[in-house]
C-alpha cells in the first residue's frame, strides 16, 4: 500500500498505446489471439443479448429457444408508476452525483497529500482510508445503521449517500493519488515562480493535467454508488428506493421479463458513462494502474 | 517532521474519539436527545394528525355524547369519530410498507387502492416494497432508537409471527380496526378471523385478503394430481428429482410441513391450542422421518431446497412438476402473464388444505394513522371487494362475508366465474384447514432445520 | 528590531501553515472513514460483546463469539465463503493476465475488442447476476441448447450451476465483473512498463516462457496482488451475489450474518455482529499473510 511520489512519466507513454511484442505472430499465437477475442465477445455479449430478447418475451418456457410469444408487457410495467423504476433511476442518479460530488471535495486534497507529498504516518494514513475496501464492510454497515436510526439519517439520500461514500473514499483516493504522483509538482512550481496565482495555476496547470484521470476516478465513485444494494437497503430502510432494490425481488423470482427489462434500465446509463470514459480507460496507463499500488 | 507527525495522529486520536462518543450516545438511551430530534423532523402531516389528535381526546373526555351527535362514532386512540379521522386524513400521504416482489400485485395496488383513495379522500398512497422481516425490523429498530412518533410505518401488510412478535412487544397502534365503519362486512365472530395464527387480533390489525394454500402442477406430466400425503410419496419415489418444497423459513415452505402435522396427527385438533412439548414430540418424528425419506427423490436430489419464489421458475420450466401457494389463482394470473405455460393446475389435498388472512396493521409510531385507518377501511368496502375478487382483475379470495354486502354487490359477486387454473370457492371453502398457533410454527420450522435441512 | 520580530512571526506561521497544510488536506477524507467506519464498526464490536443497551444488555461477554466459533455450521459456512472468494480471485488473476496479453497487442479489431472487454466493468453485480441466471440455470438457455441438441433430456440432466454448494454461478458472476477489472489494471502497467524489457531479454535469447516468467511476471506482480486483495475482500464480503444464486444451506457468512441481523428477534444481533466481526478478522489475518507470502515470494 505505497502510492510513490513518482517522477512524471511523460509522454512516452502515450504513444505506446498498443504495442506489439510478437512481430511476427506464429499460427499458433494468431488462433490464441482469435479464441481469446472470441470468448471476450461470447461472455460479454451472450448475457446482454438474453437481457435484451427476454425484455420482449411474453411467455418463454423450457425448452424453447426463443420465446413462443412477445410482448412488451415488461417494457410497459417500466414505464408505469407502480414499478417505480422511473422513481428508482431518478433517486440511485440523485445519490450517485451526490457521492461524486462528495468524493471530489473530500478527496481531492487527500489525494494530492498521498501523491505529491512524503511525510511521516502516511502508510498509516494509506491504511485507515484503505480499510473500508480490505475489511468485509458489513459490521460497519450494521453499526453505521444503528447510529443512523438515532441520527435520523435513515431513509434520507444524505444518509444513503454517506454510507455510499465510505467504499467511494478509497477508490476514488486510489486512482486520483496515482494520477497526482504521475504528472509531479515541477510544472505547477514553474507556473508559481512565474507569477500566477493559486487559482490560475490550479485552473492552467493542475486541472488540465488530472483532468482526464479525475473523469475516470468520478465515473467509478458514480458507479460504486450505483451498484450498491445491502447499503442501499439496510440505510435507505426501502423507502428511499434506488434500481437495484427494485430490481433485487424480481432477481429471485419467475418474472424474467420484467427482471430483463429493469437490468436493462439498471445498465444502461453505466454504460453510456463507459464510453465517454474509455478511451481514457485505456490510455491513462496512471489511472487504472492506480489500483495496483495498494 | 515530529510535530506534523504528532499533529495528525491527534487529529485521528481526535475523530476516533468522536466517533466513540457519538456512538455511545445513542447506546444511552437518552430519550431526551432522540426525543427532541423526532420533534425537529416531525413532518407538517404527522403535526397537523397530532393536533387533530389532541383536540380530540379533550373533547372526547369532556362529553362523549356530543362527539357521537357530531358524526359516525369510532373508538381509536386519538379519534371519537369517522370524520374526525377522514379530516385528519385529508391531504396527507400513507406509507404502506408491503412485499413487493410480484408485478401484478404492485401495479394492482397503485391503480385500483392508489388512485381511488387519492380521488375519495385525497390521500397519497406510498406504497413501500419491502419483505415483512425488514419492516418489522424497523418497528423495533425504532423503538430501541426511542422514535415513539412520526414513525416511518403508517400500515403494514403482516401476519402470524410478525404480527403476535410486535403486539406482544406492544408495538402496534389501535385498537381500532372493528370499529371501521366497514367493519360490518367483516366476520370478526369467527374465530378464524379473529385470531391470527392463534394470536387475538384484539382490532390491532384489519384484513386484507383471504389465502388459502393448493398445490400447483403440470398437467403435461403428472397425469392425475396426487391429493393425498401416500400418493405424493409414491409420486416422488417414482419420479425423482421432481418435487421439492421450499426452505424455511419462507412460509409457503413452513406451510408445506404444517400440512404434514395435520396429517400425521390425522387432523389439525392437537395444534389449535397451546404449545405443547409433549404433544409436538408425538408427531414430529413422523414427520421428519416423511421428509427424510422423500428427501434423496427431490429436486437436486434434496441436496438443496429452493427459495420459495424461485419455485414458479422451476415448475414454468420442468425443472420440477409441482409447486404450491397461498394464493388459490396465483396459477391462472401466472398463465395469463405469460409466467406458467397453460398446462398448469391446481389441487388441494383430500384432508384439506390450511387457510389464513392477510392482515394490515399500524405501528405504534406511525406519522398517520389516521390516513392508514382510511385506507384500511377503503379495502374492505363491498366497491373494492368486488375488485379484488374479480378474477379478472385481482382474482382474490375476499376476508369479508359477501352475503352482508348490498344486493347488488353481491349479484356482481355471483355473477363472476373463476380462472383457468383456479378451484372453484366452494371446494377451497369445503376443504379449508384452520392455522395452529404460531408457537407450534416456531417449533415446527426449528425442527425442519435441526432434524432436515441440517441432517 | 521590530522588523526582526516582525519577520519572524511570518516565518513562524508560515511554518505553521505548512505544518498544518498536510494533515488539513487529509482530514475530511481520514475523517469520514474514521468516523463512519470506524464509528460502525465499534458499534458492532460493542453488539459483539454483549454491550446493547437497546435491549437491555449491558454485560460485557465473549459469550456470542464463543457460541459461534464452536459451532460446526459456522465453520461450514465460513469454509465456503473462503473457496467461492479464493476461487474467483485466483480465476480472475490467471484469466485477467491471459487476455491482457492478447489484448496489449496491436492487431484489426483490437480497439473494439477492448472496448468489449471494458464493458463489464460498469455494469451493476444484480445486472451480471441477472444475465447471468437466464443462461445457466438448468433451464436456462445454455440448457436449451443442449436440449436442442439432444445433449440432454430433462433440464435435471444438466449440470447444476445455481443453487449448488459449489457455487459455479456465484463464481462465474464474480468473474464476469471482475476480469476486466483485473486485466485492465495489468493493461496499464504492461503499457506504463513498454517493450523495452522484452527486447532485451530476447536479444539475449529468452524464449516466450522465460520472457513471461522472468520479465512480465515479475512486472505485473504488484499490481496482480493489490487487484487481488481488493477482489478478495470484495467477494469474501459480498451479501446480494451468494443470497441470489447460492444455496439456501449452508449460505455464506455475510448472508449468514445479515439473516440474523434482520430477524425480528434482536436478541440475535449480538450473534449477526460477532460473526461479521470474525468475518473482517479472518479477512484481515488472510489479506495480511497473503502479503506477507507475496513479498516473500517476489523476492
Known amino acids: 500500500m505505497t502510492v510513490d511520489t513518482k517522477e512524471p512519466a511523460g509522454p512516452a507513454a502515450e504513444s505506446q498505446e498498443y504495442v506489439d511484442v510478437t512481430e511476427r505472430p506464429t499460427v499458433t499465437a494468431k488462433w490464441v489471439r482469435r479464441l481469446a477475442v472470441a470468448s471476450i465477445a461470447v461472455a460479454v455479449g451472450l448475457p446482454m443479448l438474453s437481457l435484451v430478447v427476454w425484455s420482449f418475451a411474453f411467455r418463454w418456457n423450457f425448452p424453447n429457444l426463443l420465446p413462443s410469444e412477445w410482448g412488451t408487457q415488461a417494457w410497459a410495467y417500466v414505464a408505469d408508476d407502480s414499478s417505480r423504476v422511473v422513481e428508482g433511476l431518478w433517486n440511485s442518479t440523485k445519490v450517485a452525483v451526490l457521492v461524486t460530488l462528495l468524493a471530489i471535495i473530500v478527496g481531492l486534497p487527500a489525494s494530492r497529500a498521498l501523491g505529491q507529498h512524503e511525510f511521516k504516518g502516511k502508510s498509516a494514513v494509506e491504511w485507515v482510508l484503505m480499510m473500508p475496501i480490505i475489511v468485509p464492510a458489513l459490521v460497519a454497515t450494521m453499526g453505521i445503521h444503528q447510529i443512523f436510526i438515532r441520527l435520523r439519517l435513515t431513509e434520507t439520500l444524505f444518509g444513503v449517500a454517506l454510507v455510499h461514500l465510505i467504499p467511494a473514499i478509497p477508490y476514488f483516493v486510489l486512482v486520483m493519488a496515482s494520477v497526482f504522483a504521475n504528472y509531479g509538482t515541477a510544472l505547477e512550481e514553474t507556473a508559481r515562480t512565474l507569477g500566477a496565482n493559486k487559482f490560475r495555476v490550479f485552473r492552467y496547470v493542475t486541472f488540465p493535467a488530472i483532468s482526464s484521470g479525475l473523469l475516470v476516478a468520478s465515473m467509478f465513485t458514480f458507479l460504486i454508488s450505483w451498484g450498491q444494494y445491502v447499503t442501499t437497503l439496510l440505510i435507505g430502510g426501502g423507502t428511499f428506493v434506488t434500481l437495484p432494490l427494485v430490481l433485487f425481488p424480481f432477481l429471485s423470482g419467475a418474472n424474467h421479463a420484467t427482471a430483463a427489462a429493469i437490468s436493462l434500465v439498471f445498465v444502461a446509463p453505466a454504460i453510456i458513462v463507459l464510453v465517454f470514459t474509455s478511451r481514457q480507460l485505456g490510455r491513462e496507463s496512471s489511472v487504472m494502474g492506480g489500483f495496483g499500488r495498494i | ?455 | 528590531m521590530a522588523r526582526t520580530t516582525e519577520l519572524t512571526d511570518l516565518a513562524e506561521r508560515e511554518s505553521l501553515r505548512s505544518r498544518l497544510k498536510i494533515p488539513l488536506m487529509l482530514a475530511p477524507a481520514v475523517g469520514i472513514v474514521v468516523l463512519l467506519f470506524g464509528g460502525g464498526i465499534l458499534v458492532g464490536l460493542g453488539q459483539s460483546l454483549g454491550y446493547f443497551p437497546a435491549i437491555g444488555l449491558n454485560e460485557f461477554t465473549f459469550e456470542y463469539y464463543g457460541s459461534v466459533l464452536t459451532d460446526s455450521n459456522f465453520l461450514r459456512s465460513l469454509w465456503l465463503t473462503f473457496r467461492i472468494a479464493a476461487t474467483a480471485t485466483v480465476l480472475s488473476s490467471v484469466l485477467a493476465v491471459g487476455f491482457a496479453l492478447v489484448l496489449r497487442q496491436k492487431f484489426a479489431g483490437s480497439r473494439l475488442a477492448t472496448f468489449l472487454f471494458q464493458i463489464p466493468l460498469p455494469v451493476p453485480h444484480l445486472v451480471a447476476a441477472s444475465g447471468i441466471i437466464l443462461l445457466v440455470t438448468q433451464s436456462g438457455l445454455t440448457a436449451r441448447l443442449a436440449y436442442a441438441l439432444g445433449i440432454i433430456d430433462v433440464p435435471g440432466d444438466f449440470p447444476a450451476m445455481v443453487f449448488d454448494e459449489a457455487g459455479i454461478a456465484i463464481i462465474l458472476t464474480f468473474l464476469w465483473k471482475e476480469v476486466p477489472f483485473v486485466g485492465l489494471v495489468v493493461l496499464a502497467v504492461l503499457q506504463s512498463v513498454g517493450p523495452q524489457y522484452e527486447e532485451q531479454a530476447r536479444t539475449l535469447g529468452a524464449n516466450g516462457r522465460q520472457r513471461f516468467f522472468n520479465v512480465l511476471l515479475p512486472l505485473i506482480m504488484p499490481g496482480i496482488m493489490s487487484t487481488s486483495i481488493i477482489i478478495f475482500a470484495f467477494t469474501f464480503a459480498n451479501y446480494e451475489i451468494p443470497l441470489l444464486l447460492g444455496t439456501r444451506f449452508p449460505s455464506t457468512l455475510p448472508v449468514v450474518a445479515y439473516r440474523l441481523y434482520q430477524d425480528p428477534d434482536l436478541a440475535l444481533r449480538p450473534e449477526a455482529m460477532a460473526i461479521s466481526i470474525v468475518l473482517a478478522i479472518v479477512a484481515l489475518l488472510l489479506l495480511i499473510a497473503y502479503r506477507r507470502l507475496a513479498r516473500y515470494a517476489v523476492r
Open chain 2, 1 to 455: 517532521m515530529r510535530n506534523l507527525k504528532g499533529t495528525a495522529w491527534r487529529w485521528l486520536l481526535a475523530l476516533l474519539a468522536f466517533a466513540l462518543i457519538a456512538a455511545a450516545c445513542g447506546d444511552d438511551d437518552d430519550a431526551e436527545t432522540t426525543e427532541t430530534t423526532a420533534a425537529a423532523t416531525e413532518t407538517t402531516a404527522a403535526a397537523a394528525t397530532e393536533t387533530t389528535a389532541a383536540a380530540t381526546e379533550t373533547t372526547a373526555a369532556a362529553t362523549e355524547t356530543t362527539a357521537a351527535a357530531a358524526g359516525t362514532p369510532f373508538d381509536a386512540p386519538g379519534f371519537g369519530t369517522w370524520e374526525e379521522v377522514l379530516a385528519a386524513a385529508d391531504g396527507t400521504t400513507v406509507n404502506w410498507f408491503m412485499w413487493g416482489g410480484s408485478d401484478v400485485i404492485n401495479a394492482n395496488v397503485d391503480n385500483d387502492i392508489g388512485d381511488v383513495i387519492k380521488e375519495q379522500f385525497n390521500i397519497t398512497l406510498n406504497r413501500v416494497p419491502a419483505d415483512a422481516a425488514d419492516f418489522v425490523n424497523k418497528v423495533l429498530d425504532e423503538s430501541a432508537a426511542g422514535v415513539t412518533e412520526g414513525g416511518t410505518i403508517d400500515l403494514m401488510w403482516i401476519n402470524g409471527e410478525n404480527f403476535a412478535t410486535l403486539k406482544n412487544a406492544d408495538l402496534l397502534y389501535g385498537p381500532w380496526s372493528e370499529s371501521l365503519p366497514n367493519a360490518i362486512y367483516v366476520p370478526w365472530d369467527d374465530p378464524a378471523l379473529a385470531n391470527d395464527f392463534g394470536e387475538p387480533v384484539e382490532g390491532l390489525e384489519s384484513p386484507w385478503g383471504h389465502a388459502q394454500f393448493v398445490m400447483e402442477y403440470n398437467t403435461d406430466f403428472v397425469a392425475e394430481a396426487p391429493t393425498t400425503f401416500e400418493a405424493l410419496q409414491a409420486w416422488i419415489k417414482e419420479n425423482p428429482g421432481t418435487f421439492t418444497y421450499p426452505a424455511i423459513p419462507d412460509f409457503v415452505g413452513s406451510v408445506f410441513i404444517r400440512h404434514l402435522f395435520y396429517w400425521a396427527a390425522g387432523g389439525p385438533e392437537p395444534f389449535l391450542g397451546e404449545f405443547d412439548q409433549a404433544t409436538f414430540d408425538q408427531y414430529a418424528p413422523a414427520v421428519w422421518e416423511y421428509l427424510n425419506d422423500i428427501e434423496p427423490d427431490l429436486w437436486r436430489g434434496g441436496g438443496t431446497y429452493p427459495e420459495g419464489p424461485a419455485m414458479a421458475d422451476l415448475l414454468a420450466n420442468q425443472e420440477v412438476y409441482f409447486n404450491m401457494s397461498y394464493d388459490p389463482s396465483r396459477a391462472s394470473t401466472n398463465i395469463a402473464s405469460g409466467t406458467y405455460p397453460e398446462s398448469i393446475r391446481t389441487f388441494v389435498f383430500d384432508t384439506g388444505t390450511l387457510s389464513n388472512n392477510n392482515y394490515v396493521a399500524v405501528p405504534f409510531n406511525a406519522a398517520n394513522p389516521a390516513g392508514a385507518m382510511v385506507l384500511a377501511n377503503y379495502i374492505i368496502s363491498p366497491e373494492f371487494q368486488l375488485v379484488m375478487s374479480d378474477p379478472d382483475q385481482w382474482g382474490w379470495l375476499v376476508p369479508t362475508d359477501p352475503t352482508t354486502w348490498p344486493e347488488e354487490a353481491q349479484a356482481t359477486f355471483s355473477s363472476y366465474g373463476t380462472g383457468v387454473a383456479t378451484l372453484p370457492a366452494d371446494v377451497l371453502n369445503s376443504h379449508a384447514l384452520p392455522e395452529p398457533q404460531g408457537e407450534w410454527v416456531t417449533a415446527m420450522e426449528a425442527g425442519w432445520i435441526e432434524n432436515v435441512l441440517e441432517k
